[in-house]
T-cell receptor
Framework: DTGVSQDPRHKITKRGQNVTFRCDPI?????LYWYRQTLGQGPEFLTYFQNEAQLEKSRLLSDRFSAERPKGSFSTLEIQRTEQGDSAMYLC?????????????FGPGTRLTVL | AQSVTQLDSQVPVFEEAPVELRCNYS??????LFWYVQYPNQGLQLLLK??????LVKGINGFEAEFNKSQTSFHLRKPSVHISDTAEYFCAVTRNTDKLIFGTGTRLQVFP
């Protein structure tokens, strides 16, 4: 069990560019979550998947954001036409939903800086 | 809807002193409560959780928390802190084990 991994760890981009982040969950975890953490704040929920189905999206997830989990394993989060306000740490978590409580395990995050 | 308030943004403390990090939540339904720790440039690590049962919950690294339903609080405590406990601590709540709602965090700074 290698834990949740995220790539890249850091991304610097210019305003208006598109970026894509990848999250690899713990193997056999069927749920995958994305959170965003801005400086001095706690993580805020963006969206989550159960297998390949996207079950919930936050209002924070504007139409410039899209997340996918095509085969129910890894997931990608794409931000189009980045804005300076998108600068944040993007955290991914995974869990095994087998009924009852399912602990979320977090990856190290991708820090995005939009210049 | 659920929400979490962490009353202290920063808590400075000397090594080997006791510490309490405060967390209050609001919810109209039963919830699950958590404390996470975040070290610099790292993800979140679960310290402890309250799901049901005993209101005193023990976690890793000598931390414990007490669930108080009447005061809607879930304060985190440690009787003697170490330099290595310096980190950001987040209280979180969830209603149905789906998305977590986090507080704004408390920075614990331990001084020698």
């Amino acid at each position: 069990d290698t834990g949740v991994s995220q790539d890249p760890r850091h991304k610097i981009t210019k305003r208006g560019q598109n970026v894509t982040f990848r999250c690899d969950p713990i193997s056999e975890h069927n749920r995958l979550y994305w959170y965003r953490q801005t400086l001095g704040q706690g993580p805020e929920f963006l969206t989550y998947f159960q297998n390949e189905a996207q079950l919930e999206k936050s209002r924070l997830l504007s139409d410039r954001f899209s997340a996918e989990r095509p085969k129910g394993s890894f997931s990608t989060l794409e931000i189009q036409r980045t804005e300076q306000g998108d600068s944040a740490m993007y955290l991914c978590a995974s869990s095994l939903n087998a009924g009852g409580y399912n602990e979320q395990f977090f990856g190290p995050g991708t820090r995005l800086t939009v210049l | 809807a659920q929400s979490v308030t962490q009353l202290d943004s920063q808590v400075p403390v000397f090594e080997e002193a006791p510490v309490e990090l405060r967390c209050n939540y609001s919810s109209s339904v039963s919830v699950y409560l958590f404390w996470y720790v975040q070290y610099p440039n790292q993800g979140l690590q679960l310290l402890l959780k309250y799901l049901s049962g005993s209101t005193l919950v023990k976690g890793i690294n000598g931390f414990e928390a007490e669930f108080n339903k009447s005061q809607t609080s879930f304060h985190l405590r440690k009787p003697s802190v170490h330099i290595s406990d310096t980190a950001e601590y987040f209280c979180a709540v969830t209603r149905n084990t789906d998305k977590l709602i986090f507080g704004t965090g408390t920075r614990l700074q331990v001084f020698p």
